[in-house]
């Protein structure tokens, strides 16, 4: 069985209506949403909502690494012109799922998805032909397959409750809970990576992104065959091994336009 998987659509809904083409089953390891295209600073939800002047101000914040505090008061002051912000960001997530959800609902194979840290899972629409794996260990092709979508915070850090914006970022007990709660499975399959130095390092952002320790002990510990994930856009490395376990990025699709292909 040929699966394709790939990861951080965020928006690019033309690569994937290409993206299970010649495959059996299409994995989608979340970030559907583009809230902002730190290359393109005209596209995404703070753009189309806010003007390109924020996203891009945005952006150049990120780039250098400016406190969160920072990020954050920036978007805080751009709210304001709206008498509810909440509702037109929803209003704009809601355009953005419908697209992509029809895309996903077209293209002619099971999908199994799980959000990123970008998404807003409760407002995903229900469709035919794609499967809310989240936190759910599955049969497929005779493999089981466990998934586990969102992101941990680092251990003592709350999330962020305010704001018409609320990525989907879990305390890092919650995640971990969710992780030790699934069942046993042949193949990982996550939006984070493992806590492993090459696959959480970003070379671009120079930066390691979040990540999870518990994972990686669960890897070291079970030895399943795959471990895939995304959610680090350049990373040092695409691949690596954790004992006999096959670690990999499956990438960002909305640049690469391309899935990892997995056999089963």
């Known amino acids: 069985m040929r699966l394709h998987v790939i990861s951080d659509v965020h928006g690019n809904a033309g690569a994937l209506a290409r993206a299970a083409d010649g495959a059996d089953g299409l994995i989608v390891l979340g970030d559907l949403l583009e809230f902002i295209d730190y290359r393109d600073p005209s596209n995404g939800i703070v753009a189309r909502l806010l003007g390109e002047q924020v996203s891009a101000e945005f952006g150049r914040l990120r780039r250098i690494g400016a406190p969160r505090a920072e990020m954050l008061g920036l978007l805080e002051r751009s709210w304001a012109r709206f008498d509810d912000p909440a ?73 962020r409750r305010t704001g018409p914006w609320q990525p989907h970022l879990l305390a890092h007990g919650d995640w971990s809970d969710r992780l030790a709660a699934l069942g046993p499975a042949d193949v990982l399959c996550t939006h984070v990576p493992p806590a492993h130095a090459g696959l959480t390092y970003d070379v671009v952002t120079r930066r390691a992104e979040l990540a999870s320790g518990p994972l990686a002990g669960r890897i070291a510990a079970e030895q399943p065959s795959h471990a895939m994930f995304g959610h680090v856009h350049q990373p040092l490395h695409r691949r690596a091994r954790i004992g006999r376990t096959e670690c990999v990025n499956a990438g960002h699709f909305r640049v690469l336009a391309r899935p990892y292909v997995l056999y089963l």
């Open 87 to 159: 509702a037109a960001v929803e209003e704009a997530v809601s355009e953005q799922y419908a697209e992509l959800f029809g895309v996903l609902a077209g293209l002619g194979v099971p999908v199994w998805a799980i959000p990123g840290n970008v998404d807003l899972p409760r407002a995903w629409p229900d469709v035919d032909g794609v499967v809310a794996a989240d936190g759910r260990v599955l049969t497929i092709g005779g493999v089981r397959i466990g998934f586990l979508g969102g992101v941990p915070l680092p251990p003592g850090v709350d999330p």
